[in-house]
C-alpha cells in the first residue's frame, strides 16, 4: 500500500510539472539575472588573436578578460581551438551564474580544410554538395570549440566590382535560396546539441549585395519589389531550414541602416516569418549607425538597435556602454532586453552548452578530424565539379597524359595559398596543392615546364593587408614565352589571387592586372594552342582575348585540394560540369548584369535599332550567361512538352523534355527550367529559373527529364504587395543555359 501511494506521489510531481506547467530553465536564469549579467549577453568581443574588422581602440583583452570573469560577455568570436575556447569558457562557468560563452567564427568554406569558395560551389549547380560540405566544416568546427559560424552569406549580387560577390551563390534567387537552405542544413544538422554541429547564421540581413556601383559598404536603394522577389527568398529559406541566427548588413536600405531596420528585422524576420533565433550585428554596424547619420551617437545607436531587434552587438559597444543607463531611464524597456537575452540563451542551450559547456572543446577530436583524408577527398570532388568550361575549340582540351609537351606559366600555377581562398578560418597558410603540383602528378610521359612569369602579386597577401600588383618589373615574360614556343600546348593560369576579392575589396577594373595581358598576349605570338585556366573570385574581363584563346576553364579558388581538381579536369579524369552562377560580363560598363532583368519599354534585339534600350559600343548580352558551361562531350535537347494547356488553382503542370549525350564520352548536363510571367500586375523577369538538375549521360544514351510546377511556385510579390499569381501566359523553357533552350507556354487559369 505504502509503494502505490509513494508511486502515485511521483505521478503527481511529474505530472504537475507537464508541458503548461513545465519550468522554463532559460526563463528562470533570466530571473536571476542582474542588469548587468543580462547586458553583458548582447555583447560580442572579438579575439586579439584575429581581427575581421577595425580594430578597437582600447586594450580590451584585459577588460575583457575581466568581463568573461564577471559573467558580462556572452560571445567572443575569432577565439579558435580546443584549448583557447576551452580557457575562455572556464573563466566564464566561474562567474557567478556560470552562463557559457558563444564562440562565432567565419566558418565560410571550411574550417581547416578549405572547399572551393561558395561562388564556386554554387557553380556545381548540386546543393547537396554545400549541405555535405558545411557538414564537414561544422564538424572541424565544433572539434575545435566553436559553437556558431557567420555562415552561409546568402546575399544575391549582380556586380562582379562587388569583392564580396564571391561569398555567395551569384545572381539568382532560386538557387541561391537552395544552396541557402542547404549550407544552414550542413551546419547545424540533425541536432544543434550534437558535438560536431555549430549555429549557422543567414547574413547579411540585408540587399548588402547591391550596393551602388559595387562598392563595398555603399549605400543600397532598392524598392520593396526587388527585396521581396530577389534579395529576401534565400533569407526566408534559411528560416525554413532552421536557421539559428541571422546577422544585420552594414548598409542603409532607403536610408535606414539595416541594423536599425524595425520594420524588417522585427516586423518580417521575427514577425511575419516568426524567426526565433537571434539576430548579431555585423562588425560595429550598431556604432555605424552614427557614420550613416541616424544616431548623434552611441547611445542612440543602442537604442535604435535594440528596439529594432538587434540583438547582440558585434564589437560596437553601444550596448556595453549604454544599454544599462536606457533601461534605467525608462528610455527603453527593460522587456527588450529580456527579449533579446532569451533569444540568446535558448541558442546556447540548443547548443547543449548549459548540459556540458566543454562538448566542443576536444583537443583529440581536433587533433583526429582536421584535414581528415575524407575531407581532403570530398574538398576535391567538389573542387572539380565547381570548375566551369568556357570554351573548348579543337577539343585543345583535355590535355594528353603522354606524348605532349606542356607548357604550365604563370604565378598563380606555383601558388600553395591564393587557392585556399579568402575567409580562409583555420586553413594552413600555404598547404594547398597548386596547380604545378596537381599537373605534374596527372603528367605520365608528357613533358612538363613551368615558367613563374613576371611577378603577379608584388606585396605580402592577406586579409587585412592592401594588395599590391606588380605593373613594373616584366622580368620572367621572355623565359615563359620561350617556354611556350617549344610546347604543344600551353597553359596559362592568370586571374586573382584571393585577397583581391571578398570583403572591402571591390574594385572598377575587372580586367586581368599586372602583366597578366601582355604575358598572354606575347604567349600567343609563338603558340595558338593556349588554355586560359582562371583563378578568380569573380567574373573577369577576358572579351579581348576570347576570340583568340582555344580554351578558357574558371577554376574560382577552388581550396585545399585545388591542383588535383583541376589538373582531374584538364586530363579528362573528369569531365567539367560546372554552370555559371551568375552572368559573365564582357565589359565592367554593363555592370549590374543579370539574366532576370526586365524587359523594358523598349527592348533591343538583332535589329538593334537605335531608340532602344542598348549600349551604342557593345552589345547587352553576358560575354556568356547565366547557366552556361561546356563539356567535353556535347548534349542535345529534343521534344519538349508541356502535360497540360492550363494550370489552375490546386493543380501542377509538368513540363519535360529529353536530353542526349551526343559526344563521345561520359558527361552531366545541368537541364534548366525557365519561365517568364507575360502579363502581370507587375513587370516581371524576361526569364527566371524555377528548376535545374544535373544528369549524368553515358554517349548516345538519352533521358527524358520532367519538371513538376504548382501555381505558387510562379508566386511573385505583385503591385498589390501581396504573393500570388493572375490568370495568363507564362512561357517556359528548358535549355542549358538562360540565353538557349526549347520553348512553349501554358495559360494560368
Ligand atoms: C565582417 C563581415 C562579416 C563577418 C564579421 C565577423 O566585417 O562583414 O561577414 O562575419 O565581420 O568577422
Not at 5 to 31: K, N
Not at 320 to 342: F, M, P, Q, R
Not at 433 to 461: H, M, N
Request: aromatic share 8%; with cysteine.
Amino acid at each position: 500500500m505504502r509503494t502505490c501511494i509513494f508511486y502515485l506521489l511521483v505521478l503527481l510531481l511529474v505530472t504537475s510539472c507537464a508541458p503548461g506547467g513545465e519550468s522554463d530553465r532559460m526563463e528562470d536564469l533570466l530571473e536571476k539575472m542582474t542588469i548587468e549579467e543580462k547586458v553583458g549577453q548582447l555583447i560580442q568581443y572579438t579575439g586579439r588573436w584575429e581581427m575581421t574588422g577595425p580594430a578597437p581602440g582600447n586594450d580590451y583583452a584585459q577588460t575583457g578578460l575581466q568581463k568573461i570573469e564577471s559573467g558580462e560577455l556572452g560571445s567572443m568570436l575569432n577565439v579558435t581551438g580546443a584549448l583557447a575556447t576551452r580557457n575562455a569558457q572556464e573563466l566564464a562557468l566561474n562567474s557567478r551564474l556560470g552562463i557559457p560563452m558563444i564562440f562565432g567564427y567565419d566558418v565560410i568554406h571550411g574550417y581547416r580544410t578549405m572547399f572551393p569558395m561558395p561562388l564556386a560551389e554554387a557553380a556545381t549547380w548540386e546543393p547537396g554538395l554545400a549541405r555535405l560540405t558545411s557538414r564537414v566544416a561544422a564538424i572541424e568546427a565544433a572539434a575545435a570549440g566553436l559553437h556558431w559560424t557567420f555562415a552561409p552569406m546568402v546575399d544575391i549580387a549582380r556586380d562582379a566590382r562587388w569583392g564580396r560577390i564571391v561569398e555567395g551563390s551569384g545572381e539568382d534567387p532560386f538557387l541561391g535560396s537552395l544552396f541557402a537552405a542547404e549550407r544552414v542544413k550542413g551546419f547545424q544538422g540533425e541536432d544543434l546539441s550534437a558535438n560536431n554541429t555549430i549555429a549557422a547564421c543567414a547574413k547579411h540581413f540585408a540587399a548588402y549585395g547591391f550596393v551602388e556601383g559595387g562598392r563595398d559598404y555603399n549605400t543600397v536603394d532598392v524598392s520593396e519589389h526587388t527585396l521581396q522577389n530577389i534579395i529576401f527568398p534565400p533569407f526566408k529559406a534559411c528560416v525554413d531550414a532552421g536557421v539559428a541566427t541571422f546577422m544585420n548588413a552594414f548598409n542603409v536600405i532607403g536610408g535606414v541602416p539595416s541594423t536599425g531596420n524595425s520594420a524588417m528585422v522585427k516586423g518580417l524576420l521575427k514577425g511575419s516569418w516568426g524567426f526565433e533565433g537571434f539576430v548579431v550585428s555585423d562588425w560595429n554596424s550598431v556604432g555605424e549607425m552614427i557614420e550613416h547619420g541616424v544616431a548623434a551617437d552611441q547611445k542612440e545607436a543602442a537604442q535604435l538597435a535594440i528596439e529594432a531587434g538587434c540583438d547582440m552587438d558585434m564589437e560596437g559597444y553601444c550596448y556595453e556602454n549604454h544599454l544599462k543607463e536606457l533601461i534605467e531611464s525608462g528610455e527603453v524597456a527593460e522587456a527588450l532586453l529580456d527579449e533579446a537575452v532569451l533569444r540568446i540563451l535558448r541558442v546556447k542551450e540548443d547548443l547543449g552548452l548549459f548540459d556540458d559547456p566543454y562538448k566542443y572543446c576536444d583537443k583529440e577530436r581536433e587533433k583526429e578530424l582536421l584535414l581528415h583524408p575524407d575531407h581532403l577527398a570530398l574538398a576535391r570532388e567538389v573542387g572539380k565539379r565547381s570548375l566551369v568550361l568556357l570554351k573548348n575549340n579543337e577539343a585543345l582540351l583535355p590535355l594528353r597524359k603522354s606524348g605532349q609537351k606542356i607548357a604550365l606559366i604563370g604565378e598563380l600555377a606555383a601558388e600553395k595559398d591564393s587557392p585556399l581562398g579568402n575567409w580562409r578560418a583555420q586553413a594552413i597558410a600555404n598547404s594547398a596543392v597548386s596547380v604545378l603540383e596537381g599537373v605534374k602528378a596527372k603528367a605520365e610521359d608528357s613533358q612538363v615546364f613551368f615558367e613563374k612569369g613576371p611577378r603577379y602579386v608584388s606585396s605580402e597577401t592577406g586579409f587585412l593587408t592592401p594588395l599590391e600588383i606588380n605593373t613594373t618589373d616584366p622580368r620572367g615574360i621572355k623565359e615563359a614565352v620561350a617556354a611556350a614556343r617549344r610546347a604543344d600546348v600551353a597553359v596559362l593560369v592568370l586571374g586573382e589571387n584571393c585577397f583581391q576579392s571578398a570583403e572591402a575589396r571591390s574594385v572598377t577594373d575587372i580586367s586581368l592586372k599586372g602583366f597578366q595581358k601582355e604575358l598572354l598576349d606575347k604567349v600567343l605570338e609563338v603558340n595558338e594552342n593556349v588554355v586560359l585556366v582562371l583563378m578568380n573570385g569573380r567574373p573577369l574581363d577576358i572579351s579581348e582575348f576570347i576570340d583568340r584563346i582555344p580554351a578558357v576553364l574558371v577554376a574560382w579558388h577552388p581550396g585545399s585540394e585545388s591542383g588535383n581538381a583541376i589538373a582531374d579536369v584538364l586530363f579528362g579524369d573528369y569531365n567539367p560540369s560546372g554552370r555559371l552562377p551568375l552572368s559573365w560580363p564582357r565589359s565592367v560598363g554593363q555592370l549590374p548584369l543579370y539574366y532576370n532583368a526586365k524587359n523594358t519599354g523598349r527592348p533591343t534585339d538583332e535589329r538593334n535599332l537605335v531608340n532602344t534600350s542598348r549600349y551604342i559600343d557593345l552589345s547587352n548580352d553576358p560575354l556568356f550567361p547565366f547557366g552556361f558551361g561546356l563539356s567535353y562531350t556535347s548534349f542535345e535537347y529534343s521534344d519538349l512538352q508541356v502535360s497540360e494547356p492550363g494550370l489552375g488553382a490546386g493543380e501542377s503542370i509538368e513540363i519535360r523534355a529529353t536530353i542526349t549525350n551526343t559526344g563521345e564520352v561520359f558527361g552531366e548536363e545541368v537541364v534548366q527550367l525557365y519561365v517568364r510571367d507575360v502579363a502581370a500586375s507587375v513587370s516581371r523577369p524576361v526569364r527566371e529559373l524555377k528548376g535545374f538538375r544535373k544528369i549524368g549521360l553515358e554517349p548516345g544514351s538519352s533521358d527524358e527529364v520532367t519538371f513538376t510546377l504548382k501555381p505558387d511556385d510562379l508566386f511573385y510579390f505583385g503591385a498589390d504587395r501581396q504573393w500570388g499569381i493572375d490568370p495568363g501566359t507564362i512561357q517556359v523553357w528548358i535549355g542549358p543555359n538562360a540565353m538557349e533552350g526549347l520553348e512553349s507556354s501554358f495559360e494560368i487559369q
